[in-house]
């Protein structure tokens, strides 16, 4: 059976990475995919990682299955990260959490979800947004669309045409917005803006879907979640995907979450028992280190402390990239205006760059970015910052 089977097309993202790995060039530099690197170059395992794992090991008694939705004390933890704690939505337990492998995971189950109990509903995407998007949905037999979000003259949020092309997805539809840090151009909108989105999509009877990978990674993990809390002044029903990827480190560790918000626990609960069938013949159960981890950390005050300091180190070394590769550009005489990556958050920004100077990038200075022009400003160091905008001079 498998003498006609075609090779399949690499990854955009993790297949730069492949080809990354065996390039022989000593001084070459991965902004492509979306992993966290410290001053080294190295993506590191957070103090308060390594403490948690201390006190599981010695703490562990059993390696029995999880329940379907996971962990109850990460999930309870998740919702307090995600609303805040003694929140309405918290307090008459109008939220349901399933412990999900990553946020990708997350995002595959309620294709699944969608697929299977709204199969008329289309899910509207922000154009541009994450590649792996519009795989995911359309393996989960989800019709996608797209709305207006970038400006390209400005590099900023056009929030007008963003508002009108809302404007236009039809009741019984689902959007998908990011949470914060927007992946892949770095710009969000504001909370005022987050409000009349929400005062929008209640009314049209939209259903969101907010992606909320980097909380704490643009302005702080109690601001970043700005935008959410507006929505849900409005918006009585939604689903929110969460990964602890980069704010926790966990990358291989897969550890994300779904969470269902509905009129009230009834409707809640009844929505989760339908995303545990979806995960019941999917993976069946998550796995549990992950969400130790993360349980164990937000559930002690000291480490919790401790960590949002060290998130708070992650992302202010991506600010500080940021504003260095904006002044080395401008100090090698580079006149393209790239002011507008010091305005976005998060790891990642829209740089402008089209495919042929991408293409250049990699092929004559080993410098891997996705063929959008969508760099990882964490991949970013002062060691490589000469090198890198020297190149990019080069091939503008």
């Keep these: 059976m498998f003498e006609n089977v075609a090779i399949a097309p690499p990854d955009p993202i993790l297949g730069l990475t492949e080809t ?5 060039n000593p001084d070459k530099i991965n902004l492509s995919v979306g992993v966290y690197k410290d001053a080294t170059g190295k993506t590191p395992v957070l103090e308060t990682v390594k403490e948690a794992e201390k006190r599981i090991l010695a703490q562990e008694d059993s390696k029995g299955y999880l329940p379907m939705t996971g962990e109850p004390v990460y999930c309870a933890r998740l919702q307090e ?5 003694g ?8 939220a349901a959490t399933a412990q999900c492998p990553g946020g990708t995971g997350a995002l595959r189950v ?14 509207w995407l922000s154009d541009p947004t994450w590649a792996n998007h519009n795989t995911i949905f359309d393996a989960a037999g989800v019709e996608c669309k797209k709305y207006s979000y970038r400006d390209p003259k400005t590099n900023g949020l056009d929030f007008g045409a963003m508002y009108e092309s809302i ?11 990011h949470g914060c840090c927007h992946n892949p151009t770095g710009i969000d909108p504001t909370p005022e803006q987050w409000a009349l989105i929400g005062d929008l999509l209640a009314k049209q009877g939209v259903l969101p879907l907010v992606d909320f ?22 918006v009585q029903q939604l689903l929110i995907c969460s990964s602890f990827s980069k704010n926790f480190g966990l990358y291989r560790e897969r550890i994300g979450a779904l969470t269902v918000v509905g009129d009230n626990k009834e409707q809640a609960d009844t929505v989760m028992s339908q995303v545990k069938l979806r995960i ?11 969400g130790q981890i993360v349980a164990t950390v937000l559930s002690d005050p000291q480490l919790k402390a401790q960590w949002i300091e060290e998130v708070a180190d992650i992302r202010n070394r991506i600010n500080e990239m940021r504003h260095l590769f904006v002044k080395t550009l401008k100090d090698k005489g580079v006149t393209q205006d790239f002011s507008s990556i010091i305005e976005q958050r998060g790891m990642f920004s829209f740089s402008g760059l089209n495919k042929d100077q991408v293409n250049r990038l990699r092929e004559e200075y080993s410098i891997y970015i996705v063929g959008s022009g969508r760099i990882n400003v964490a991949g970013m160091t002062k060691d490589n910052m000469d090198r890198l905008c020297d190149a990019i001079k080069a091939v503008l």
Aim: proline share 7%.
């Design 20 to 24: 990354f790995k065996a390039d022989p």
């Design 81 to 85: 990260l995600l609303f805040g704690e």
């Design 87 to 94: 929140h309405e939505i918290i307090t008459s337990k109008r």
């Design 110 to 123: 309620v294709g699944d979800y969608l697929h299977t109990l709204h199969p008329d509903a289309s899910l």
């Design 167 to 177: 404007k236009k997805i039809p009741k019984g539809d689902a959007i998908l917005l």
């Design 213 to 234: 990978a980097y909380q704490g990674l643009a302005n702080g993990i109690e601001d970043d979640r700005a935008g959410l809390l507006e929505l849900v002044k409005k």
């Design 280 to 290: 019941r013949y999917n993976y069946s159960n998550p796995p549990s280190h992950g």
